[in-house]
């Protein structure tokens, strides 16, 4: 089974910062990672997918990089809506979430 | 416009099965997979496993075979999902959410989730 590690697990950030999450795969996923965003009693809502392809009406401020085993989701300039758990997920063998991070208002 | 709309909540005791529905509408539900997804309270994502709706293939995360059924009923657009012999850990929201067949696809409509309870 393909494991997902993300890094940090959380994260304290101020409106306007640069975010960076990472997400790291056990082996090789090419570029079959997607990025969800879940807010609390909400379901995930996709974010990014293929590594780096912006949903459709998923602000540009959201950004997605890396193949192979390393991953990166970006959040150029925080907003207040943006404070959330992130999970990353691959989709090259069957399925698995990273453990997620928390971003809170620092 | 696509929605999957869960059924309601459940409380089951420890022993028991439970049934989940997700009614997908606003587009050809034979056309993508649905997948089924939980979350304890205050925990993660675990991806259970997936279904064809057009086939009725299935594959199941190993921690659940033998436990979790998927099926569906094409005629009224609706899949299920059923977990048998429930214990106090199987407490959680389920989810189903769509996505593309095979490798390399993403969940791009979930339902709104479905919270069931395990308790003696």
């Known amino acids: 089974d393909i494991q997902m590690t993300q890094s940090p697990s959380s994260l304290s950030a101020s409106v306007g910062d640069r975010v960076t999450i990472t997400c790291r795969a056990s082996?090789?996923?090419?570029?079959?990672l997607n990025w969800y965003q879940q807010k609390p009693g909400k379901a995930p809502k996709l974010l990014i997918y293929?590594?780096?392809s912006l949903q459709s009406g998923v602000p540009s401020r959201f950004s997605g990089s890396g193949s192979g085993t390393d991953f990166t989701l970006t959040i150029s300039s925080l907003q207040p809506e943006d404070f959330a758990t992130y999970y990353c997920?691959?989709?090259?063998?069957?399925?698995?979430f990273g453990q997620g991070t928390r971003v809170e208002i620092k | 416009q696509v929605q999957l709309v869960q059924s309601g909540a459940e409380v089951k005791k420890p022993g028991a099965s439970v049934k989940v529905s997700c009614k997908a509408s606003?587009?050809?539900?034979?056309?993508?997979?649905i997948n089924w997804v939980r979350q304890a309270t205050g925990r993660g994502l675990e991806w259970m496993g997936w279904?064809?709706?057009?086939?009725?293939?299935?594959?199941?995360v190993q921690n659940f075979q033998g436990r979790v059924t998927m099926t569906r009923d094409t005629s009224i657009r609706t899949a299920y999902m059923e977990l048998s012999s429930l214990t106090s850990e199987d407490t959680a929201v389920y989810y189903c959410?769509?996505?593309?067949f095979g490798s390399g696809s993403s969940s791009d409509y979930w339902g709104q989730g479905t919270l069931v309870t395990v308790s003696s």
């Open positions: 997920q691959q989709s090259y063998n069957a399925r698995a």
């Open positions: 082996q090789s996923i090419r570029n079959y």
């Open positions: 293929a590594a780096s």
């Open positions: 606003g587009y050809t539900f034979t056309s993508y997979d």
């Open positions: 279904m064809n709706p057009n086939s009725g293939d299935t594959g199941y």
């Open positions: 959410a769509r996505s593309g």
